[in-house]
DNA sequence: AAGATTACCTGAAGGC
DNA sequence: TGCCTTCAGGTAATCT
């Protein structure tokens, strides 16, 4: 029994960790029957039980914090010419969770997506809080949608990152988890980042100088290149009883750290908020004031 | 109109 | 079988 779920906050890292957990086991897979439970959190829930059943999985990929099944739409009972494509954009979210297992194991509360498969597992979607969303789209709805979303922080040119944060006047924590313009950063890996660049989460980010950006720039893809490396912070995966958690959250230097000591300096980890999320930060490492007195307010 | 704030949702944790 | 408040955070809606 294959077994995946998350444990909380998926970021990139986590969602990049599942599609490829999730790539070999669902690709060419058929969806057989779908079973919804609350559907709040999804858009036109009907139209996932019209179309995904007799629908192929063809791919498993990742875009910013979205899980996305590209998917072959092959059933008879559908609105779609033949042989279209569709895409199913999974977001889980705070507490989103995917199982795949036996369709025929005890269901966890709070389970919302039930797909039976070709191969007699089921691919279930549990999460908690529904903060999550799940949506199926068509490829000029796909486009458009995924158009809405920023830079892949580890795709995207460095000049184009130094460019967005000169014309921006928000906070560059803010700025971060903006995923209108980089995709995939969430409160850990923004903090984290932050730290490991020295730069107070506070800051305007027009007002970061040139070496500064560079750092940062450099930091977001140095963090999130390790959390992919050590599975993410949370993520979990069971393949036969022999799985590996997530071990990044080891190496957290900030977030959840406050109160305790700064690796580097040693200094009272604080933490306060920003952009109305808790910001976790090194009050010495990350100044918001610099000596040359540069920063805009 | 960009930036800031609030609402959504549930369970864990803490105060009394 | 204790009750109540607070907190967590990704995104959309609302406010300024």
Redesign the pocket.
Known sequence: VWYFFFTK???LPEVETIARGLRAPLGGRRIMGVRLG?T?FMEEPARLLRELPGSQIAEVRRY???LLLDLEVMGQCRSLPPDDRACLLL?L???GQLTLGDPAGPVA??THLRMALDDGRELRLND????G?VRLLGPAELESWLA?LGLDPLEAREEDFSELLG?????IK??L?D?GRIRGL???YTDESLWSARIHPARR?ASLSRSEAHRLWKAIRSVLTQAIRLRGSSVANYVDAQGQPGEYQRRHRV??RQGKRCARCGSTIL?I?I????SCFCPRCQPLVGRAGRNAR
């Open positions: 906050m998926p970021e609350k709040d910013g914090k979205y977001h979210g705070m507490t509360r709070h908690v809080r529904r903060f969303s809405r014309r921006s006047r928000a906070r803010a700025l988890l995923q969430g409160n850990i980010a977030y959840g933490r908020a952009a109305g999320r808790s």
